[in-house]
């Protein structure tokens, strides 16, 4: 009877040893592959730039053509500011630049009209200089025949200022009529960038001031992971260091990168690194950048705030791990 015990207890140690041995084969297996030298990583999730699209002046909203989630392209129209009081000041700057330009044209016939005043009284005047040296007019005469002459000189001169007058009125109006025609191009609100709808901030019939916002767009050519890392591998990080990138979603790919910016203070990490330990430290931020020709083919599933881990190569030297090596294809593979 006690030999049956003992051999109980020994069947269970080996059994237990047996389950402890392959259950610490299996932890193994699920670890990460231990980085090269030279090779540092941090976790971060996918972020883009964020684009406000505002108002440049203060106004009633027409249209806004595009809803939350699109995908828009540079230059497309994505809505309109009511232009019906713009439309009245173009048309009434335009009436009054119409008639200051012929005010030119009237300024014009008026300075040529005492131009040829000007030339009868100077032969006038010498055909009195020669009378009065003959004692053929007498000089009350002659003094009127002289002033005549003053006077149209003098009024040449005023029809030249009133020119000038009327010319700088032309441009005084053709500037109020630029201005106007500039304020209903921008009552046309365009995409700067190509990217998705993430807020629509305001809808038809809203009344905005100057610098409201109506849309938020995220630039999707300008996509990016921020990480953090520790001094002593942030001031071994060139700008330009090549980067991998492996989302949680898809860890079979490693997605081509590079280091855009380094943090030249470091940084208690923010709350939303998932570590623990790292958010005690101080940090230097990094930022790696996705290329904009390898993400344009993905922009249909491109989605901000994905977590993933950015590897970076803090030496040139150093050799990527068979992991980090299979890149996206350039042609994403079909849904299920």
């Known amino acids: 009877m006690k030999m049956l015990k003992t051999i109980r207890w020994i069947a269970f140690l080996a059994a237990l040893s047996v389950t402890g041995y392959f259950g610490w084969q299996f932890y193994l297996s699920q670890q ?12 971060g999730r ?4 964020q684009v406000d699209i505002s108002t440049k002046f203060a106004g009633r909203i027409e249209e806004v053509s595009v809803r939350e989630g699109d995908l828009v392209q540079p230059g497309q129209v994505i809505a309109r500011m009511d232009t019906s009081e713009l439309d009245a000041s173009l048309a009434q700057s335009q009436a009054r630049l119409a008639e200051v330009e012929q005010s030119v044209d009237q300024a014009l016939a008026n300075i040529a009209k005492s131009e040829s005043d000007v030339d009868l009284a100077k032969k006038q005047v010498s055909r009195a200089e020669k009378l009065i040296s003959n004692n053929a007019m007498s000089e009350a005469e002659y003094d009127t025949t002289v002033n005549t002459l003053a006077v149209a000189q003098a009024n040449l001169g005023a029809t030249k200022a009133a020119l000038r007058t009327q010319q700088f009125a032309v441009k005084a109006a053709e500037a ?28 038809t019939g809203e009344v905005l001031s100057a610098g409201g916002k109506v849309l938020t767009i995220l630039d999707l050519t300008d996509i990016y992971m921020e990480i953090y890392l520790p001094a002593d591998a942030a001031v071994r990080t060139p700008i330009g260091a090549e980067a991998r990138v492996v989302f949680d979603v898809a860890p079979e790919y490693a997605a081509r990168a590079k280091v855009t910016f380094v943090s030249p203070e470091a940084q208690f990490t923010p709350k939303q690194v998932e570590t623990l330990d790292e958010r005690d430290k101080l940090m230097f931020r990094v930022k790696v950048q996705l290329p904009p020709e390898r993400v344009k083919p993905y922009l249909e599933r491109i989605k901000t705030g994905i977590r993933g881990v950015a590897y970076v190569k803090v030496n040139s030297e150093a ?3 068979d992991f980090l090596g299979r890149p996206f294809p350039e042609v994403p593979p079909e849904t299920p």
């Open 319 to 321: 050799e990527w791990p």
């Open 46 to 49: 996918i972020e883009a730039v």
């Open 32 to 43: 990460p592959e231990p980085l090269p030298e030279g090779i540092v990583s941090g976790n």
């Open 176 to 203: 109020q009529v630029k201005q106007i025609e500039t304020q209903l191009d921008d009552a046309v609100l365009y995409s700067p960038v190509q990217g998705r709808v993430l807020y629509r901030l305001a809808e």
